[in-house]
């Protein structure tokens, strides 16, 4: 084999090997949290890990509307910390962070976790993501955390759908002349605005 030939073949068995290791890394109990394709952006500063950050616009290409931000925040500290804001430096986006229940921060509990995006979890939503981020991108997004501090990293930006569409923006614009919709109905009620009948109650017409 000429040497040439030689160093092409090395170079292709180690971009397979890089692929299959990044695979790996992805794929391990982590992943599974946020249950979106690994391979995704990952950081850890001090106690804190960030992985699986996402940048979620809106399923339609040139479709203006939030968009959001998903990720997966661990801390290994022994004290909970909140994240008190969520930024997207060299943008004029504005995000706005809802825990899963009440008010206030989102708190990252001591020794564990919390998922943003998604039906129950905390949410980060861009207000202004059609001008924030395009797809295709990496955008460069800041964790403002209580006690470690800003942790940056490149996440991708991905339309809501396939794997990302449960973690995408709360509200997605509808065509002109109608409402527009959440990206998920709360549990319990049927779609086009009306109540689904409690379980076992019959539903016969006239009644």
């Known amino acids: 084999m000429s040497r040439s030939l030689r160093r092409g073949a090395l170079a292709a068995t180690a971009i397979v090997f ?61 004290v909970p910390q909140t994240i008190d804001a ?50 295709g991108d990496a955008q460069q997004v800041v964790f403002k955390l209580s006690k470690t501090g800003d942790v940056g990293l490149s996440a991708f930006v991905v339309p809501a759908k396939s794997y990302f569409k449960e973690y995408g923006p709360e509200v997605v614009p509808a065509p002109p002349g109608a409402s527009p919709t959440a990206s998920a109905s709360p549990s319990g009620e049927a779609e086009h605005g009306t109540e689904a009948p409690a379980s076992g109650e019959p539903t016969t017409a006239g009644h």
């Open 86 to 135: 969520i930024s997207l430096p060299g943008t004029t986006a504005v995000v706005k962070l809802k825990p899963a229940e009440g008010t206030g921060p989102i708190t990252v509990p001591a020794g564990g976790s919390v998922v943003i995006g998604g039906a129950g979890n905390a949410s980060a939503l861009i207000e202004n993501g059609s001008e924030a981020a395009r797809d």
């Open 18 to 78: 890089s692929i299959a290791a990044l695979s790996a890394c992805g794929a391990g109990n982590d992943a599974q949290t946020l249950e979106v394709r690994p391979d995704n952006a990952a950081v850890s500063v001090d106690d804190v890990k960030i992985q699986n950050a996402l940048v979620i616009t809106q399923p339609e290409p040139g479709v203006k509307g939030p968009a959001a931000v998903s990720a997966t925040v661990f801390n290994n500290g022994r």
